[in-house]
Each structure stands twice: as C-alpha cells, then as structure tokens.
C-alpha cells in the first residue's frame, strides 16, 4: 500500500473505532453505524472487483504433449 492510502485506511478505521465506541457506551444509534459498515464492505467489494491484478503471462509450452492416436497410427504425416 501507498504511503496516501495507508493514512486514509488509519484515518477510516479510527473514526469507525471511535463511532463504534460511542455506540457501545449508548451515546449514538446502532443502526447508522451498522448501514456505514454494510456500505464499506459493499464499497471495498466493488473496488476489488474491479482492479485488475498483474499476473504473470503462462508460457505457451507448458505442459504441451501431442495427441495420441488410438489407431496407432502417428498424427503427424511421415518425414520426407
């Protein structure tokens, strides 16, 4: 992560701690905060859905073997 993004993440999970604390003691309504985290799930769900992620490309010859014949017969046509 990002040094810019890092902050936010710190700065998202204090005010939520913090909002989460104010519940527990009684001071704020419950139902808010549980739409707010219903929100960031579903948020954080479509950004990662939507990043690609960089994968590195397969090698075209991985794992490559030659079909067999049942005939006994090879599939390819004789040298010349």
Do not use: R
């Amino acid at each position: 992560m990002k040094t810019p993004n890092i902050l936010k993440f710190i700065g998202i999970v204090l005010l939520f701690g913090l909002w989460a604390t104010l519940v527990f003691l009684g001071k704020a309504e419950a139902g808010p905060l549980v739409t707010a985290i219903a929100g960031l799930v579903a948020g954080v769900g479509v950004h990662s859905a939507g990043v690609q992620t960089a994968a590195p490309p397969e090698p075209a010859t991985k794992n490559v073997t030659a079909p067999k014949v049942s005939t006994g017969q090879s599939a390819l046509p004789p040298a010349q």
